[in-house]
């Protein structure tokens, strides 16, 4: 069974990025996250997490088509 929750250490694993960068796109809210039990130690959501990585895509290819548009 997948897990629903993941920690924030699994999240900067998937995205291979630092601790500092994972809090940061919590703290902003780009990435939807709980805190949960008396540590209120941070969670999110696997489907959260993949909904972020397709908004990056997303907005990789407009940042992409925009540069080409004034490349050409």
């Known amino acids: 069974m997948e897990k629903r929750f993941l920690s924030l250490a699994d999240v900067v694993e998937t995205l291979n990025i630092s601790m500092a ?3 940061a796109l919590v703290r902003t809210g780009d990435l939807p996250a709980i ?3 008396p540590k ?3 969670r999110v959501e696997a489907a959260e997490l993949e909904s972020y990585i397709e ?3 997303a ?3 407009e940042r ?7 490349d050409g």
């Open 40 to 42: 209120k130690v941070w």
């Open 21 to 23: 960068q994972g809090y």
């Open 59 to 61: 907005k990789s290819r």
């Open 55 to 57: 908004r990056m895509y």
């Open 35 to 37: 805190q949960v039990g």
């Open 64 to 70: 992409l088509k925009g540069s080409a548009a004034t």
